[in-house]
């Protein structure tokens, strides 16, 4: 099925404040050139920011975090970019390093991510966990642009396009999608007000960017594949890296992952 949506890539002025860093490539802050490079989907960016600044003011040695798609990023890493952990939203791109022979193992799943139905405060859509309120607003031509991140490299965009072929949707939706590059572009897109509504990660509409405007709804899992956070230490990762990797994996990240909107994996 051709794909008939907008991609937009022009930078809007008016992206400010915690959403300029979604688009970085490295966290911003003063750490050691030697410092390993943590490869992170866009949607976990202010989770694991958190715990690594936790994991810092603990003594340990910083790391230095850089964002993107999870398609993208595995395509840095297998044209030789310097990672020594990618984080990935999935299973897929993960998994495919280490069929590659790019990543030491299958690695952990650190959580697993949740879709949500995200709507403006003037927004004719009603959220609901089935798309309903979305289905009704496109019924009533009341939807002018809805955003989700691009299918093509970006995890929350491929269940996001899932779950509108499973309600009967993609079709109609189509003339009015406006993709991001990445999941935080398409959740920027819907912070500004710019689109009606969007499909995006429930970890970037509870962060404190969005001041609690707009409406949401959790997308029932049911609808989607699992969006298993996957990490894996790259081939030739060093100590440093190791130590961050554990980390991660330790309860205190834990409790960060939950209250930034993940479901710990013996949960999901």
Known sequence: MPLRYRVVTRRRRLLSGWWCLLVCWFCPGQVAADAPVVAVAANLRF???????????QGNDPVRLSFGSSGNIRRQISQGAPFEIFVSADDANALALHEQGLAEDEGVVLATGQLA?????????????GLAGLEGALEQGLVRRFAIANPEHAPFGQVAREV??????????????????????????????????????????VASGFGGSGRHAVVASRL???????????????????????????????VVMERHGFVPPHLD
């Open 47 to 57: 989770a694991v920011t958190e715990i690594a600044d936790a994991y810092e003011r």
């Open 117 to 129: 139905l995200y709507a403006a405060d003037r927004s004719p859509i009603v959220p609901d966990t």
């Open 164 to 205: 509108l072929v499973a309600q009967d949707l993609w079709d109609e939706i189509q003339p009015f999608l406006v993709v991001g590059e990445n999941a935080g572009q398409a959740a920027q897109f819907a912070a500004s007000g710019s689109v009606d509504g969007a499909l995006i990660p429930y970890s970037l509409v």
């Open 224 to 254: 989607h594949a699992p969006l298993h956070q996957r990490m894996v230490l790259l081939s030739g990762a060093g100590e440093k890296a190791r130590e961050f990797f554990a980390y991660l994996q330790s309860p205190q990240a834990s």
